[in-house]
């Protein structure tokens, strides 16, 4: 499965009830998140340069920070959380990466 198509399933709307089945799915689709691609996580192509990945990860996270949504949910709140460290984990691997290439 994709990671855009995870994402998506991650934030599903919150008007929805909340019950046992989707917070299964949901943290089901969070561990599939973290065993994705870190280029996907940041969409960013495998050839970008560091300057072009440290870019995509501070555009990501001002979209995606906890902090930036004080209109949202608790929820939508939690899951933003849990993505922001799914972007700053993407960007310590491929920064690694760089750095002992």
């Known amino acids: ?8 399933a991650v934030f599903k709307d919150s008007s929805q009830k909340s019950s046992r089945r989707n917070s299964y799915e949901r943290k089901r689709t969070i561990e599939q998140l973290k065993v994705c691609c870190p280029y996907a ?4 192509p495998e050839e970008a340069k560091m300057s072009d990945i440290k870019q995509a ?5 001002k979209i995606h920070h906890p902090d930036k949504l004080n209109y949202a949910s608790n929820r939508v709140k939690k899951n933003s959380e849990e993505l922001s460290k799914m972007i ?3 960007y310590e691997e491929l920064s690694e990466k760089r ?3």
């Open 1 to 8: 499965m994709c990671c855009f198509t995870l994402l998506k």
């Open 57 to 61: 990860r501070n555009r990501k996270l």
């Open 88 to 90: 700053n984990r993407a």
């Open 41 to 44: 996580i940041l969409d960013i």
């Open 99 to 101: 750095l002992r290439a």
